[in-house]
């Protein structure tokens, strides 16, 4: 009898950037758009999350390339979100407290500000990416992280 096997390779076919800046995330699309000769544009949905207590939305923008069959999206990895916790409930009215928590998109790396996720082998163009980048006057600083080693990688599945 023959018979056949299955496998599927869970490993995705994209390259992650980590930014650390402090800008807007409109400004850090400009400045990809302006360096990367990119069109990155905001998405209609920002990626949305519920972290518990808090429901966190991430902006999030992109850019298809269909010449190079390639995407990019830029996705803030910080949410400064409100936490409504009930301080009484026993009378006529209801009493909340609001206070505000910041929440990650990937915990492992809550210093990273961006990811830059490219979809599609940018094998041998990493270093100029990273150089252009890291030319933008308020990027810190910019690397590269292997995605499969992410614990939390399946928060950047955007389709």
Request: proline letters at 3%; charged letters at 30%; a negative charge.
């Amino acid at each position: 009898m023959l018979s056949y096997k299955l496998e599927f390779d869970d490993e995705e076919d994209y390259q992650l950037v980590a930014i650390h800046s402090s800008i807007e995330e409109y400004k850090m699309a400009y400045f990809l758009n302006k360096h990367l000769h990119l069109r990155l544009h905001r998405s209609k949905f920002d990626l949305d999350f519920n972290h518990g207590e808090v429901q966190a939305l991430y902006p999030l923008f992109e850019f298809k390339e269909p010449e190079n069959y390639r995407s990019y999206h830029l996705i803030k990895n910080k949410y400064k979100g409100p936490v409504k916790k009930v301080v009484s409930s026993g009378s006529l009215f209801v009493e909340e407290e609001v206070s505000s928590k910041i929440t990650y998109l990937i915990p492992e790396y809550k210093e990273v500000d961006y990811f830059l996720k490219i979809e599609d082998d940018t094998e041998g163009e990493e270093q100029s990416i990273i150089n252009k980048i890291a030319f933008i006057p308020q990027v810190i600083t910019t690397y590269m992280i292997d995605a499969n080693q992410l614990k939390s990688k399946n928060n950047l599945i955007l389709d």
